[in-house]
């Protein structure tokens, strides 16, 4: 059994904030990364801290280990978090460049969920071939409705619980995810040619 359920978190359209009318800021604030300026959620901080006891935090985005060259301390997030590395060319004609490292970094049952702004086809019908529980979410742009995703209602279902996903991985949680997700499960499909970074505990 694993310790906790993975949290697999991208960073450009979830954390790193881009599309929204100068006029209408959402909260954060700017933060140069290499020298470029990125808008930092002012949010995502104390959300992912909220998810921490419950799930493995894990980068899934091209920032790859930057990632926690920048964000643990703009975020008051403890670190470095282990992050997934990409070859960045879809292997095995898959168009989402994710899935591989994703598979193998999870393999096909741990549980997890996937909070990324590029969700597509293919990453939606993985997320329902997938043996192990897996819930996933797509967040609206700044400029959306606040707190609106977009999001599955398989049987019904349109939230993964803290205590639905600690019950998955074998341990105990309470209360709700903050961001909202969807929760499949069905038999895997075979990744490779990526790596994790940093070994999971």
């Known amino acids: 059994m694993w310790p906790k359920p993975l949290l697999l978190v991208d960073v450009d359209g979830v954390i790193s904030l881009y599309g929204f009318p100068p006029d209408q800021r959402p909260n954060g604030r700017f933060a140069l990364v290499d020298g470029i300026g990125h808008f930092l959620s002012g949010t995502a901080g104390p959300h992912l801290l909220d998810l921490a006891p419950v799930f493995e935090l894990v980068w899934c985005s091209g920032w790859e280990e930057r990632a926690n060259d920048y964000l643990p301390r703009h975020l008051g997030l403890p670190g470095p978090l282990p992050y997934l590395s990409f070859d960045h060319k879809p292997a095995g004609g898959r168009p989402h460049w994710k899935l591989s490292a994703i598979d193998a970094c999870a393999g096909p049952e741990r549980p ?31 400029s959306a409705s606040p707190g609106s995703t977009s999001r599955g209602s398989r049987n019904g279902r349109s939230r993964c619980t803290h205590a639905e996903a600690a019950r998955a991985a074998g341990s105990s949680g309470e209360g709700s995810v903050t961001f909202r997700l969807r929760r499949t499960g069905r038999r895997p499909r075979e990744g490779n040619g990526a790596r994790m970074q940093q070994r999971l505990r």
Do not use: V
């Open 112 to 142: 997890l969920a996937w909070i990324d702004d590029a969700h597509d086809a293919e990453s939606r019908g993985w997320a329902h071939e997938r043996a192990g529980p897996t819930c996933w979410s797509t967040p609206s742009p700044p």
